[in-house]
């Protein structure tokens, strides 16, 4: 067969087009933190060793790194020598990759960062070392103090990043803990992993991070990345604001993950979600999805979504239970639940006159059952009835064939008639009266001391056993 010059050129020029990041990755050699001198030995601080190595990936613009399933103590301040803006104890960085535009891969092995004992967090007198106490909103911005801005910066990398199988431990109970600073609690950065404005896809798998005196996570992704990113089995537990915030950026794949008792450690502060979403300096956020996560025991809300230009989140088989707060408050356009299991009430749902924007709910299952908690208890809501579901006016919040199980305290949702309910089952062992007021359609069977009001039947609606019209 002939092939002409032009066409065999061309296809050669794409195969090595192909194969480019191939061999720079195979020019790259395998790094590690102890050819820069650490140690891994759970007592010296490794940090300027784990810096020096990030310095020569950032270098060669990209490479792998590898651990030992071994403990590596990292966190480091250092006072500052003037009064000023910035710092007053500044902290050094432990990672910090920007700019890459080949894969980084780092391979954890099961090791532990933890943080060194007895730094500190919060506001502190740079001339005294000591903490020092104001009235919260609090903006002096010179008394600051952290052990670490992020174990794991990961800004403006153009390829794929994948990290795994690696514990970071913020030893939040071993910090010295100074004044508030922020408009509430502790607004200073202390992040397990902070990812910025990445265009590559990103991998996270098999992480856990806790005891962060601010968040696991933080997304503040580019509102222009196409590709996806995937978060598999990441456990972000006891964190001091949140388990995971996400600031901005689309095509968020989060399954397996655990995002569970947000502010439940030595600090906390608001809003003390398991998951924050929330779009901040004029990027929007779409496209999320959660498959099997655990949203529980915060101090705050487990799924809260309500501030910026944020929208279209699917959540599929997770469970949200809230013990001092509500399960979920899922106040965004397009948030979709299937499948998912609530142990708490919910608040905020969101609703629209166009329905495809309101939120709708399939195959859910609403339970208050305490033995579900991991803590024996169930967040009653602000309502003296406890419902549990709590929606003044939501327009086309939809129920779709789920079941409301209420054997404890709470009463079937108190909501309006521009709710529907579909198909559903409702019962309750309270002996408050409830108001599960909307549209019924299909067939709806309830169970428990009910007022259905001016509801709207379109379909068959059996009450304790007598069919209603």
């Not at 007198?125 to 990961?154: F, K, Q, W």
């Not at 922020?182 to 991070?209: C, F």
């Not at 989140?313 to 299991?341: D, K, Q």
């Not at 409301?404 to 909501?415: K, Q």
């Amino acid at each position: 067969m002939h092939i002409s010059r032009r066409r065999y050129l061309g296809g050669t020029a794409c195969v090595l087009a192909a194969l480019q990041p191939l061999r720079a990755m195979a020019q790259f050699r395998i790094v590690t933190p102890e050819e820069f001198g650490a140690r891994g030995d759970g007592r010296s601080n490794d940090t300027a060793a784990f810096a020096a190595m990030t310095a020569f990936v950032n270098s060669h613009g990209g490479g792998k790194i590898q651990l030992r399933p071994t403990t590596y103590i990292v966190g480091r301040q250092t006072r500052a020598s003037e009064q000023g803006e910035g710092y007053a104890f500044e902290p050094a960085p432990i990672m910090d990759f920007r700019g890459c535009k080949l894969p980084l891969v780092l391979r954890g092995n099961g090791a532990r960062l933890r943080c060194a004992p007895a730094l500190k967090y919060g506001t502190f007198d740079r001339a005294t070392g000591c903490a020092t106490h104001h009235s919260v909103p609090s903006y002096r911005g010179n008394e600051l103090a952290t052990p670490y801005r992020a174990m794991i910066h990961v800004e403006e990398c153009s390829d794929e990043v994948d990290i795994s199988e690696l514990e970071l431990d913020g030893n939040l109970g071993a910090l010295e803990i100074g004044g508030r600073y922020g408009d509430v609690g502790w607004q200073i950065p202390a992040i397990g992993i902070h990812l910025i404005n990445n265009r590559g896809p990103e991998r996270l798998s098999h992480i856990h991070a806790h005891h962060h005196a601010l968040d696991g996570v933080l997304i503040d992704g580019s509102s222009e990345r196409a590709i996806a990113t995937s978060f598999q089995h990441v456990r972000c537990q006891f964190n001091g604001r949140q388990g995971c915030s996400i600031v901005g950026g689309r095509n968020y794949k989060f399954s397996d993950c655990d995002f569970s008792a947000s502010g439940k450690g030595r600090i906390s502060s608001a809003p003390g979600a398991g998951v924050d979403v929330e779009a901040e300096a004029g990027k929007p956020i779409r496209n999320l999805s959660f498959l099997r996560c655990t949203f529980s025991n915060n101090s705050g809300v487990g799924l809260l979504a309500d501030g910026g230009d944020s929208k279209d989140a699917v959540f599929e088989h997770c469970t949200f239970i809230g013990t001092t707060s509500w399960a979920a408050w899922p106040n965004r356009p397009r948030f979709r639940f299937s499948g998912c299991t609530f142990v708490g009430p919910i608040v905020h749902a969101f609703g629209d006159e166009d329905r495809q924007r309101a939120c709708q709910f399939h195959e859910c299952t609403f339970l208050d059952d305490p033995k579900l908690s991991p803590n024996g208890e169930v967040y009653g809501g602000g309502n003296p009835s406890r419902p549990i579901a709590d929606l003044s006016a939501n327009p086309n919040v939809l129920f779709d064939r789920c079941k409301f199980r209420l054997t404890h305290r709470a009463v079937l949702p108190w909501t309006t008639n521009v709710v529907t309910f579909a198909n559903c089952t409702m019962t309750q062992l309270a002996p408050a009266r409830s108001y599960p007021r909307g549209t019924f359609v299909g067939r709806n069977i309830i169970v428990g001391n009910v007022d259905l009001y001016s509801a709207r039947f379109e379909g068959e609606v059996i009450v304790n056993g007598r069919k209603v019209h």
